[in-house]
């Protein structure tokens, strides 16, 4: 067998010729695929505003500035995730409040993230960044519920989830980063994610106002609006002479600090043209977690199984199991790569200095002691799920 990785992505000849046709045309960058992308991306989750940026750290930076987040506020997050989701909160100088998560869904316990805000005087904590871990929707609508009662914002992680919903309380599809309980999502297109730009990210909201802060922010904070010029026209014009029925063509303002966090056009067209396969793509990872969910059923070597969830995005599967380092050894010598998502954010030496330490997210970690990620990718064959299956049953027969 080839080697089989966790994740991977496809490229089509389709995707290829996209880029190719943008490679031959007047715009690298900033030209009219990126607002192509951001309106067809926004059309897919079902939100009103999307705005395409470099990956998606570059999305938590940026939502996190949009947020205004300053230097000292605490922000609640889930220690079960890519550390980017903590970062972006140190980026702006806050404090980064771990908690808990649940042991079955593997999300941020809501309960618990209750029972911090009600242990702390009200004004304590100033946002929260649930993480759609493994492609798994987080219920927002009822930490919106929380967030409300504190005063928090909610920025969404989906970079695990994009094609992924949790049932509202009346019934409906929510999708992931739709912005109705959220204030912004954010997206990476990272090729193990579910479409890629070779690196690139997203971020979503319904806010018009944080919308175009974002536009602002992702080009240095430069302006070309008129309307908010804070210099005057005199000014603008220069010595040559000020005439007063318009503002010169080149002239722009830089109003705030802002960053170059823009995505190319040639890497908008491959997202455009790996969008139009996004529902296929998931549609294929859920029979793929079907398969593996039928075949792990019952077996005492499993603790516990990503399973069969309803509106799963299934970015990756998990197993927990007894003996995960031998299973991961065993994999590896057939040319199956597994991986581990992740080891607990709380424990990395960088969060370690702020008095963070073992056993102070006992469930996180007990997870991270027997967690496994298996193959999980659109284009793994049928032969290569059943290699693997077989492969981990030979590993606990033996
Ligand atoms: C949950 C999560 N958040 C944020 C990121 C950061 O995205 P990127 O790698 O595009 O910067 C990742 C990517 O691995 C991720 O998995």
């Known amino acids: 067998m080839d080697l089989i ?11 290829i010729q996209t880029v190719v046709n943008v490679l031959k045309s007047n715009f690298l960058t900033q030209g009219p695929k990126i607002f192509e992308f951001e309106e067809a991306f926004a059309k897919y989750i079902g939100c009103n505003y999307a705005v395409a940026v470099s990956n998606g750290t570059a999305a938590l930076h940026l939502s996190v500035l949009a947020l205004d987040l300053i230097s000292g506020e605490k922000v609640i997050t889930t220690p079960i995730t890519f550390a980017a989701s903590a970062n972006c909160i140190k980026y702006s100088n806050g404090e980064v409040v771990f908690s808990d998560i649940d ?6 316990d809501i309960k618990k993230v209750r029972s911090l805000l009600e242990n702390a005087p009200k004004g304590t904590y100033s946002g929260i960044i649930p993480v759609d871990f493994a492609g798994r929707a987080i219920n927002l609508e009822e930490l919106k519920v929380l967030a409300d009662e504190y005063n928090l914002w909610i920025i969404e992680d989906a970079c695990h989830a994009p094609g992924g919903y949790f049932i509202d309380s009346t019934g409906k599809k929510q999708y992931c980063g739709n912005g109705k309980f959220a204030d912004l999502a954010i997206f990476s297109f990272h090729p193990v994610k579910h479409i890629t730009t070779g690196e690139g990210g997203m971020i979503t909201t319904n806010s018009k106002e944080l919308y175009e802060r974002l536009l602002f922010l992702r080009t240095h904070g430069i302006t070309r609006k008129t309307q908010i010029f804070k210099n005057s026209q005199e000014f603008a014009f220069g010595e040559i002479g000020f005439n007063d029925n318009e503002w010169p063509g080149w002239y722009m303002e830089m109003q705030e600090l ?19 396969r996004a529902i296929e793509g998931v549609n294929k990872r859920r029979l793929i977690s079907k398969k593996y969910f039928e075949a792990f059923n019952g077996k005492t070597y499993v603790k516990r199984q990503s399973g069969e969830i309803e509106g799963h995005a299934y970015h990756l599967y998990i197993i927990e199991v007894e003996n995960r380092l031998g299973l991961y050894n065993y994999l590896k010598q057939n040319n199956i790569h597994a991986q581990v998502h992740y080891i607990p954010c709380h ?11 073992k056993g102070d997210l006992p469930i996180a970690e007990k997870y991270y002691n027997g967690c496994i990620s ?24 033996a």
């Open 5 to 15: 990785p966790y994740g991977k992505q496809q490229i089509t000849d389709e995707d």
């Open 103 to 108: 042991p079955n869904s593997y999300l941020l």
């Open 258 to 276: 802002g960053y170059n966090y823009r995505l190319t056009d040639f890497q908008a067209a491959l997202g455009i043209s790996q969008l139009n």
């Open 347 to 357: 424990l990395m030496p960088y969060y370690q200095q702020f008095g963070w330490k």
């Open 374 to 397: 298996l193959p999980m990718y659109p284009t793994l064959t049928n032969d290569e799920q059943n290699f693997v299956i077989d492969k981990i049953e030979e590993f606990y027969n």
